[in-house]
């Protein structure tokens, strides 16, 4: 079975500044994906970025971008620039790769505030 | 695209009573789950279908639950019996099944309140 940790529960930063969010995982599988979704107050989970595990290369989305180290188990978010409405709660997720089932495996999240 | 939605929104009803939650995923997504989040948790698997077969459950789901996707549209989820620990955001997401790394997309889910 895969677990997620996300072992920061909250974290504040001043608008425009750059934040890192930690996420560990476990797993022994050698192929399967990780994201990150954002879920704001009240509203809709998002998706904002995902890594493929065999890639070496950091996926980046024009403010977000992650640090994946895999033999650390570790996938960590970077969020520069930050914006008043990055304000969320944010979740690294696991998924294998390949099977019949695609799940997601999510950590407990992370509350992001961003102070003007 | 209109993306996944779920009705209702809320839902407050009375221990012991029986509820039924709908999701529609997006049309051309033959993959669909549920989750449930409680609050200030991630979610949690429960259940997953891909067109209507019911592929796999989650031990989480007992048998009071009971999901189903006639004709792979829609889906319902229903609890029998309610609890007060059946208080949670049940989330429903789609996906597209054979398109490698294909994201799933999450409805805005339907809170469940237990009396």
């Known amino acids: 079975a895969q677990t997620v940790t996300q072992s920061q529960p909250e974290m504040s930063v001043q608008e425009a500044e750059t934040v890192t969010l930690s996420c560990t995982y476990d797993?022994?599988?050698?192929?399967?994906?990780l994201f990150w979704y954002k879920q704001p107050p009240s509203r809709q989970m998002i998706l904002v970025i995902r890594?493929?595990?065999?890639?070496?290369q950091n996926a980046t989305e024009n403010r977000f971008s992650v640090n994946f180290q895999k033999a650390a188990k570790s996938f960590s978010l970077k969020i520069s620039d930050s914006q008043l409405g990055d304000t969320a709660m944010y979740f690294c997720?696991?998924?294998?790769?390949?099977?019949?089932?695609?799940?997601?495996?999510f950590g407990k999240g992370i509350t992001l505030s961003v102070r003007p | 695209d209109t993306g996944v939605s779920q009705n209702p929104r809320h839902k407050i009803t009375k221990r012991g009573q029986n509820v039924t939650f709908r999701c529609d995923p997006i049309?051309?997504?033959?993959?669909l789950y549920w989750y449930r989040q409680t609050l200030g948790q991630g979610p949690e698997f429960l259940t997953y279908?891909?067109?209507?077969?019911?592929?796999?459950k989650s031990r989480l789901l007992s048998d009071r639950f009971s999901a189903e996707r006639p004709k792979g549209s829609f889906s319902t989820l229903e609890i029998q019996r309610t609890e007060q620990g059946d208080s949670a955001m049940y989330l429903c997401?789609?996906?597209?099944?054979?398109?490698?790394?294909?994201?799933?997309?999450f409805g805005d889910g339907t809170r469940l309140s237990i009396l």
């Open positions: 049309s051309e997504h033959n993959r």
């Open positions: 997401a789609s996906s597209l099944a054979g398109v490698s790394n294909q994201p799933q997309h």
């Open positions: 890594q493929e595990a065999y890639k070496q």
């Open positions: 997720a696991f998924m294998k790769q390949g099977g019949a089932n695609s799940k997601l495996t």
């Open positions: 279908f891909q067109n209507e077969a019911q592929l796999e």
């Open positions: 797993t022994s599988e050698n192929n399967y994906y």
